[in-house]
């Protein structure tokens, strides 16, 4: 699968906001999903959380992973807030039939070019459990490299990866 394959879509707060009023998702702007939690409450919550917080909605919402050529939404992902002194966190998943196929590698590559290309923005982090080293793998084909652990009271053993901007920004 070619990483130009997946595109992301942006969704909108009214979209989340039908997210948590427990409206399945089975398709977005046309395009059906894998799944029908392909964007956990969890994450919607947080979205609506950060954006009525007064945060620009850029960094709150969520993204589905959309496989263009396939016509299908097989993933998403998201930023964990605004970025704080120039680093932005990141969250992904994709649906069970579609793991270990690229869709995560290729959507983190989307979030991470996001991330780099809105501005504000020199570092992108993720935490995955030591426990999965398939999320491991698509960080480590994204060019982020691990800096430490922490142990998470809900999650358990974390590894806490990082990926630095390669381009500067002139002064």
Not at 54 to 72: E, V
């Amino acid at each position: 699968m070619e990483q130009g394959d997946i595109v992301l879509i942006r969704l909108t707060p009214r979209e989340v906001q039908d997210i948590l009023s427990g409206i399945p998702m089975r398709e977005c702007r046309g395009y059906p999903c894998a799944a029908g939690n392909l964007v956990p409450g969890v994450v919607a919550c947080c979205a609506m959380e950060g954006y009525h917080a007064g945060q620009d909605w850029f960094w709150c919402a969520p993204r589905l992973f959309c496989h263009t050529s396939q016509r299908l939404i097989v993933g998403s992902g998201c930023f964990k807030g605004s970025p704080v002194c120039g680093i932005v966190e990141i969250g992904y998943g994709v649906a069970g039939a579609y793991e270990g196929k690229g869709y995560a590698s290729a959507g983190v590559a989307r979030l991470v070019e996001e991330a780099f290309t809105h501005g504000g923005v020199d570092a992108v982090i993720a935490e995955t459990s030591v426990h999965n080293p398939a999320s491991q793998r698509v960080l480590e084909k994204n060019g982020f490299h691990r800096f430490g652990q922490r142990d998470d009271r809900e999650d358990g053993l974390l590894a806490q990866w990082r990926r630095d901007c390669t381009v500067k920004h002139a002064p």
